[in-house]
C-alpha cells in the first residue's frame, strides 16, 4: 500500500513539475515577443547612447578626454557594430602616449579580442603574437587570458580544429589561476570549463547558483542564460533549452547586442521541436543582427543552419497551402450547396413559369427535329431518284447495246443472202464501229463516274506533286489515266480487269500505275488506297 502511494505521489509530483515547466516556457515566450515588438527601441536607445558620445567627443579637446570617449564608443560599438568599433578603438590607441604601457596593452588586447570576433583570425593572431606574456601588466593578465581563450575557442570553431579548443582550456586553467575565486568571472569560467569537460551537472549547479545572483548584470544575465541553455541540450532537456535560451535570446536584444549566439541556438531548438515558423524567423533575424554587426564568424554558424531551416520552412509554407487550397475547395463546396439550396428554394416559387418554358423550349426541339428529318427525306428521296436514274441510264445502255447488235446482225444477214462478201467481210474487218462504241462507252462512264465523284480529278491532282497534275484538254471530262484511276477508286484494282475494260495490255496498264505512282506527294505505297478514299469524307 505504501509503494502505491509513493508511485502516486511521485507521479503527481511529475505531473505538476511538467505543467510548472510548460507554464514558466510559455510565460518566456511570451515575453519574447513582446521584447522582439520592441526591438527597435532597444536599437535606438542604443543609437542614441552612441550619438550622444560622438556629439561629448566633438567639443573635447584633450587627448584624455577624447581617449576615454572614443574608448567609451568603442564599448557601445563592440558587440553592435564592429567596423565601427574597430575606428574608435584605433582612434583611442592613436591617443595612447608611448609611455602609457598599461593602456597600449589594454588597447591592443581589446583589438585583437575585436578582430577575433569580426572573423579576421589571421590578423588577431599576429597581434597576440606580438604580444610579450612577461611584459603585460599583473592587472591584464586576466584579459590577456580571456583573449586568447575566446580567440582559440572562435578560430576552433571557424576551423572545426581539435588542437585549437584545447589551446582554449589551456588558457582557460591559466585564467582560473589569478582570479579571484570569489568573483563572478571565475564562477562563470569554472563552469564553462565543467561543461566542455563533460561534468554538466557541476556546470549547472554553477549557473544556476549565478543565475539567482542580484549583482549580476544584463550581460551577464545574457552569457549565463545561454550557457544554462547549452547544458540543457546537452543533456536533451529541450524544454528547459529553449526556456534559457530564449530568456538569453531576451537579455541580448534588450542590450541590442547584435552578436547573439542565443538567437541561432534557438532556431535550432525550434527546428528540433517542429516549430519551423518560430525557426525561420529567429535564424533569419540572427544572420540579419550578424550582418548588421559584421560579425563574421556568427554569419558563417547561421547560414550554415539556415537553408536547412529554410527548406523546412518552405515545406511547411507548401502544406500549409495545400491546407488551405483544401479548404477553401471544402469552403467552396459547401458555399455552392448553400447556394444550390437557396436557388432550389426560389425556383420553387418559380415552378409554373419554368415548366411552361421547357414546354416552349420543347416544342421548339421538337420542331427542329422534324426539320431534320424532313431534310433527311428529302436527302434520301434524291438519293433514291439518283438510283433511279442511273438504273434507267443503265437499261437505256443496254437496251442501246441490244438494238445496234441486232442492226448489225440484220445488216450482216442481208449482205451475206445478197452475196455481198467482199464487202461484208470489209465491214468485219473495219475497227471503226468498236472504236466508236468504245468511245461513247468511255463518254458514260466518265460522266456517270463524275456525277457520283464531282470533285474527284480536283482531289486526285491534290496528291500529285504540283508540276506533275494532269491538265484536261477542253471538254475533256477523264484521261486514260484519270479514268484508270478511276476504275480504282470504284474497287476494281486487278490490272486483268482494268486491262480488259480499258481495251490495253497488261504491261500498259501497270505503266500507267507505275508512273502515275512516281508523280506521288505523298507516300507511294499508300498513293492507291487514299485514291480508294476519294469523296467518302464528302458522301
Do not use: W
Not at 187 to 200: P, Q, S, V
Not at 273 to 279: E, P, S, V, Y
Amino acid at each position: 500500500m505504501i509503494r502505491y502511494l509513493l508511485l502516486f505521489f511521485l507521479m503527481y509530483t511529475c505531473l505538476v513539475t511538467l505543467g510548472q515547466d510548460e507554464a514558466q516556457l510559455k510565460n518566456v515566450e511570451r515575453e519574447f515577443e513582446a521584447v522582439l515588438k520592441k526591438e527597435d527601441f532597444f536599437h535606438q536607445k542604443r543609437i542614441k547612447e552612441i550619438n550622444n558620445l560622438k556629439a561629448q567627443m566633438a567639443k573635447k579637446k584633450g587627448s584624455k578626454e577624447t581617449f576615454d570617449l572614443s574608448y567609451q564608443l568603442f564599448q557601445a560599438y563592440k558587440k553592435f557594430q564592429t567596423d565601427s568599433a574597430l575606428i574608435y578603438l584605433n582612434i583611442s590607441k592613436s591617443l595612447v602616449p608611448a609611455q602609457d604601457i598599461f593602456t597600449l596593452y589594454q588597447v591592443d588586447l581589446d583589438l585583437a579580442a575585436l578582430y577575433s570576433s569580426s572573423g579576421k583570425y589571421i590578423a588577431a593572431l599576429d597581434l597576440l603574437e606580438t604580444l610579450d606574456r612577461n611584459n603585460i601588466p599583473n592587472e591584464l593578465l586576466a584579459k590577456y587570458y580571456a583573449t586568447h581563450v575566446s580567440f582559440y575557442s572562435q578560430y576552433g570553431q571557424s576551423n572545426d580544429g581539435t588542437e585549437f579548443y584545447q589551446k582554449s582550456e589551456r588558457y582557460r586553467d591559466s585564467l582560473l589561476h589569478i582570479l579571484d575565486k570569489n568573483s563572478l568571472d571565475y564562477k562563470l569560467e569554472l563552469g564553462i570549463k565543467k561543461l566542455y569537460a563533460g561534468d554538466r551537472e557541476e556546470a549547472q549547479k554553477s549557473f544556476l547558483t549565478l543565475i539567482n545572483d542580484t549583482k549580476r548584470s544584463l550581460e551577464n544575465t545574457a552569457l549565463i542564460n545561454y550557457l544554462l541553455g547549452l547544458v540543457y541540450k546537452y543533456n536533451g532537456e529541450t524544454d528547459l533549452q529553449q526556456y534559457y535560451f530564449t530568456k538569453s535570446a531576451i537579455a541580448d536584444i534588450q542590450l541590442a547586442n547584435k552578436d547573439n549566439a542565443s538567437l541561432q541556438d534557438l532556431a535550432l531548438t525550434y527546428y528540433e521541436t517542429g516549430n519551423i515558423d518560430h525557426a525561420f524567423k529567429t535564424i533569419d533575424k540572427s544572420i540579419k543582427d550578424a550582418t548588421f554587426c559584421n560579425m563574421r564568424y556568427r554569419i558563417i554558424e547561421g547560414t550554415l543552419f539556415y537553408p536547412i531551416i529554410n527548406a523546412a520552412y518552405q515545406k511547411e509554407i507548401d502544406d500549409q497551402r495545400k491546407k488551405l487550397i483544401v479548404n477553401l475547395v471544402l469552403i467552396s463546396i459547401l458555399s455552392l450547396i448553400l447556394i444550390g439550396g437557396f436557388v432550389f428554394i426560389i425556383n420553387q416559387n418559380k415552378t409554373l413559369k419554368n415548366i411552361k418554358t421547357q414546354l416552349s423550349a420543347t416544342n421548339a426541339k421538337l420542331r427542329e427535329l422534324n426539320t431534320h428529318i424532313h431534310n433527311q427525306n428529302l436527302a434520301l428521296s434524291e438519293s433514291n431518284h439518283i438510283k433511279e436514274e442511273y438504273i434507267a441510264q443503265f437499261f437505256d445502255m443496254c437496251s442501246s447495246y441490244i438494238e445496234k447488235i441486232d442492226t448489225l446482225r440484220k445488216t450482216v444477214l442481208k449482205k451475206a443472202t445478197s452475196n455481198q462478201t467482199q464487202e461484208l467481210i470489209n465491214s468485219l474487218k473495219s475497227t471503226s464501229l468498236i472504236e466508236k462504241e468504245t468511245a461513247e462507252l468511255y463518254q458514260n462512264f466518265d460522266s456517270i463516274f463524275l456525277n457520283l465523284y464531282p470533285t474527284f480529278v480536283d482531289d486526285f491532282n491534290s496528291l500529285l506533286r504540283e508540276d506533275e497534275r494532269i491538265l484536261l484538254k477542253d471538254k475533256e471530262l477523264l484521261n486514260t489515266e484519270l479514268r484508270l484511276f478511276a476504275l480504282i477508286r470504284l474497287g476494281i484494282d486487278d490490272s486483268v480487269k482494268i486491262a480488259s475494260f480499258l481495251r490495253y495490255s497488261l504491261r500498259t496498264v501497270y505503266n500507267y500505275r507505275t508512273k502515275v505512282r512516281n508523280k506521288a506527294a505523298v507516300d507511294r505505297t499508300q498513293f492507291e488506297d487514299l485514291v480508294k478514299n476519294i469523296g467518302k469524307i464528302d458522301r
